[in-house]
């Protein structure tokens, strides 16, 4: 009887490992790259502010005010941001080389970008061709 539970308990636990690799689906490079996008903002040259913080009333610049429980949005150049967004937009209009052109602009117009290592990413994944 114990060896019958077991057996059946194995090809249970058998036959629901196909199952759950097949909903693991990754999103791809291009789908995380929007995501990245949408989550940053361009810097605005604007003067900063002050405010006081802290419980002893300490001046900080209200870009580095911590407020717990939220994220600190990544903030890049806004030309930066476009000429990445331009290589995208290649992308979804089914333009492959010129989103090699752009990414690759991209990369020699901003080499000290927080984006670099996306764009590399990017332009590699075009030059296999997928």
Do not use: C
């Not at 407020?67 to 476009?82: D, P, T, Y």
Request: charged residues 30%.
């Amino acid at each position: 009887m114990k060896k019958l539970l077991v057996l059946l308990m194995l090809l249970g636990l058998g036959s629901s490992l196909p199952a759950y690799a097949e909903n693991t689906n990754e999103p791809s490079l291009w789908e995380r790259l929007r995501k990245k996008i949408e989550l940053m903002t361009p810097k605005k040259k604007l003067n900063t502010t002050t405010a006081a913080g802290g419980v002893r009333g300490t001046l900080a610049d209200s870009d580095d005010v911590y407020w717990k429980g939220e994220s600190k949005v990544q903030a890049v150049e806004s030309e930066e941001l476009l000429a990445f967004k331009k290589g995208l937009a290649y992308i979804d209009g089914g333009k492959p080389a010129e989103a090699k052109e752009a990414f690759a602009e991209f990369i020699k117009q901003h080499p000290d970008s927080t984006l670099r290592s996306d764009a590399e990413s990017a332009l590699a994944l075009l030059k296999t061709g997928k």
